[in-house]
């Protein structure tokens, strides 16, 4: 595997629900960025890793929890969602947190519909 | 705060003709842009980005875009298009205060005609 890569690629999940999304960069990048893609809006920066530490944290609701366990891998822990958190998720890498200087590169992302 | 505005939520173009996709930034401080290329079920991939050198800057895929500061702009351009260049193009600023963060536009999505 090279890049950025994010599993699951499709999900479905009900309100009640709690599940996880997966972020693995082959890079050797030291940060790791969470954004959401909603349709007719503008990508959304959530959360900013820089080697394991979070260092932004963009008013997302509790609902969304980040986790960093190491540079190569982010995980977003989703619990009690709302429709309206139907969206593309997208992860992203750069070699530092200083995102107009190192390129940052994305993932597919995560498709999420919330029923 | 910087921003940028993205004319146009839809583009079509016939294969073969210019490519000419519009954005307008504010930011307070000489500032970063760039052009990111989203191509159907995939993440974003940076086409070019401008960091204050010369002013025209060449990217992949044939495209380059101009930086402007009279007219607080700078637009994608491509001279002939090509089927495989349908995709959404999205817009992006940093300000040199702050270059940890970049701020996306809206996207523009480009349709190529046969």
């Known amino acids: 595997e090279t890049g950025v890569t994010q599993t699951p690629r499709h999900l479905v999940m009900g309100m009640t629900n709690k599940k996880s999304l997966k972020c693995e960069q082959h890079?050797?990048?030291?940060?790791m960025y969470w954004y959401k893609q909603s349709a007719k809006k503008p990508l959304e920066l959530m959360f900013v890793y820089n080697f394991k530490e979070q260092t932004e944290n963009n008013s997302v609701p509790s609902r969304f929890s980040p986790e960093c366990p190491n540079s190569s891998h982010l995980f977003l822990h989703l619990h009690t969602l709302q429709p309206e958190d139907s969206a593309l998720y997208l992860c992203?890498?750069?070699?530092?947190?200083?995102?107009?200087?190192?390129?940052?590169?994305f993932g597919p992302g995560t498709r999420l519909t919330v029923t | 705060a910087q921003s940028v505005t993205q004319l146009g939520s839809h583009v079509s173009v016939s294969e073969g003709a210019l490519v000419l996709l519009r954005c307008n930034y504010s930011s307070s401080v000489p500032p970063y842009l760039f052009w990111y290329v989203q191509y159907p079920n995939q993440g974003l991939q940076l086409l070019l980005k401008y960091t204050s050198a010369a002013t025209l800057v060449k990217g992949i895929n044939g495209f380059e875009a101009e930086f402007k500061k009279s007219e607080t702009s700078f637009h994608l351009t491509k001279p002939s298009a090509h089927m495989s260049d349908a995709a959404e193009y999205f817009c992006a600023v940093s300000d040199l205060g702050r270059d940890d963060k970049i701020i996306f536009g809206k996207g523009t999505r480009l349709h190529i005609l046969p």
């Open positions: 992203a890498s750069s070699q530092e947190q200083r995102a107009a200087t190192y390129e940052q590169y």
């Open positions: 890079l050797g990048h030291n940060a």
